[in-house]
């Protein structure tokens, strides 16, 4: 396989048509090189629209997905990420290019080691992996300019609405299978928020993810 092929077939046939056009963000997609965080048994499958899968049960996104989450989260340079999700370290890879820092929380330790162990390897400094249970948040390091979620919630905690800045954004897909979408929320004031329903998926959920009460009335 040629992997420059490869890649161009990736960003032209997948990426672009999913209305991914910031060309910035199809620029990172050539210096982030996505087949250095695939597990090596799935090397082949590295620019092929699928999810892959990962130790724990747990699956990277596919390439489309990645970039529209990068393009739709709106990063500037001088901003703190937070990445609920760690997986392989791609997705903070290429936030983190886009970003002053990315907080990059993960819940399996095989995971975590993974991830760090790849952003090391590809000379990425400004991300820094913690072990721990973001799908209800992260306080350590809050506010943050914006949030980033890597696998889906059922409901959007409360706690993560106040954790990300005045003019910050939170890029979470939320539902339900098989129905979900891709939500940007916008902070606007202490109390306000704005959302834009950006489109629809169907993501595995984050572990620990808080589920909606089932009690009916």
């Known amino acids: 396989m040629n992997i420059e092929?490869?890649?161009?077939?990736?960003?032209?046939?997948q990426i672009r048509p999913w209305d991914v056009l910031d060309t910035d963000i199809l620029d990172l997609l050539?210096?982030?090189?996505?087949?250095?965080?695939?597990?090596?048994?799935?090397?082949?499958?590295?620019?092929v629209d699928t999810f892959i899968p990962l130790p724990g049960g747990e699956q990277m996104l596919t390439p489309k997905l990645e970039a529209r989450?990068?393009?739709?989260?709106q990063i500037k340079k001088h901003e703190n990420v937070l990445l609920v999700g760690a997986g392989t370290g791609y997705l903070a890879a290429l936030l983190a290019h886009r970003a002053r820092h990315v907080t990059a929380v993960e819940i399996a330790p095989e995971?975590?080691?993974l991830a760090a162990k790849n952003?090391?390897?590809?000379?990425?400094?400004?991300?820094?992996v913690e072990l721990g249970n973001g799908a209800q948040g992260w306080s350590n390091g809050a506010p943050f300019d914006v949030i980033v979620f890597s696998g889906s919630l059922p409901v959007l905690p409360e706690a993560v609405l106040q954790q990300v800045k005045v003019g910050g954004r939170i890029v979470a897909i939320i539902g339900e299978s098989p129905v979900m979408s891709a939500?940007?929320?916008t902070r606007t004031g202490d109390h306000?928020?704005?959302?834009?329903k950006l489109f629809e998926t169907d993501v595995k959920p984050l572990d620990l993810a808080v589920k909606p009460s089932s009690f009916t009335f």
């Open 111 to 113: 995971l975590k080691a």
């Open 5 to 13: 092929q490869a890649r161009f077939n990736m960003i032209e046939q």
């Open 119 to 128: 952003l090391a390897d590809n000379g990425i400094t400004n991300v820094t």
């Open 30 to 47: 050539l210096v982030v090189k996505r087949e250095n965080f695939v597990p090596e048994a799935y090397k082949n499958l590295a620019f």
């Open 192 to 196: 306000g928020y704005d959302t834009v």
């Open 183 to 185: 939500h940007r929320i």
């Open 69 to 73: 989450i990068v393009q739709d989260a």
